[in-house]
């Protein structure tokens, strides 16, 4: 590797910070985007659970809300639930895109990086090629510096493609996994807005005790 790393040149340094960051950022994003933290598996039925027992007090909603991102934005259908439906519609929104804008972060660092690490590799070509005239001379040319400059020209083209195509692939796929997640809240977050929404209107006819336990619209949220 410092053979290789000595026949590149000096271009080829760029080329491995680049790959360094781009390492971190797809570790950091496949950590951070498991299913487990951000749509925990169960968690509308313990909310619903929660709001039927009467146990939604102002700190339980918090801790939904610290939770997870799924947890974030049913704290906010939690909190608006006894509003007009527009506004808890612009709430629940609102928190959506803080949450989109969170599970989006360093995604787009990566489809840079797929772009410019192709741009770095052609830097070190031209460096090398630069080296590859520099060898001839009038009088002959340097077979060494010849060999040195077509070695960092292509070393640098072949780093930076090597470079360019997992961060592509990464980017896409990150960027595919955070789509289904949000698609997952909003599906969340519009059925528990259908079922608290249900129960809150039934509770003016109703009395207390049946409103939650005999909504229809409840019991299949939580079958």
């Known amino acids: 590797m410092l053979s290789i ?18 390492l971190a950022l797809i570790f950091e994003r496949l ?25 939604d007090s102002p700190e339980a909603i918090n801790r939904l809300e610290r939770n997870s991102p799924l947890g ?10 006894h509003a007009p ?12 895109r803080a949450v989109a804008h969170d599970l989006n972060r360093y995604v ?7 772009v410019v690490a192709p741009l770095l590799g052609l830097f070190g070509t031209v460096v090398g090629m630069i080296d590859i005239f520099g060898s001839y001379s009038p009088v002959g040319g340097d077979p060494a510096q010849l060999a040195h400059g077509i070695s960092v020209a292509l070393y640098n083209t072949g780093f930076g493609i090597l470079i360019a195509i997992p961060a592509m692939i990464f980017h896409r796929y990150l960027r595919g996994r955070i789509e289904g997640y ?38 299949d949220a939580l079958s």
């Not at 439906?85 to 959506?96: L, N, P, S, T």
């Not at 129960?199 to 229809?216: C, I």
């Open 108 to 114: 787009a660092a990566l489809g840079t990086i797929a």
């Open 85 to 96: 439906r527009d506004e808890m519609r612009i709430a629940v929104e609102d928190a959506g």
């Open 182 to 219: 949000l698609h997952q809240m909003e599906q969340a977050a519009g059925r528990a807005a259908r079922v608290l929404g249900g129960g809150t209107r039934a509770r003016g006819v109703a009395s207390d005790e049946d409103a939650g336990l005999r909504d229809p619209m409840f019991q």
């Open 72 to 81: 974030r934005v049913l704290a906010e259908v939690l909190r608006y639930r």
């Open 31 to 55: 950590l951070s985007l498991r299913r487990s933290l951000v749509v925990p598996s169960g968690l509308l039925t313990q909310v619903l659970d929660m709001v039927r027992n009467r146990q």
């Open 5 to 22: 790393l000595r026949d590149a040149g000096w271009p080829i340094w760029f080329l491995l910070a680049t790959s360094v960051l781009c």
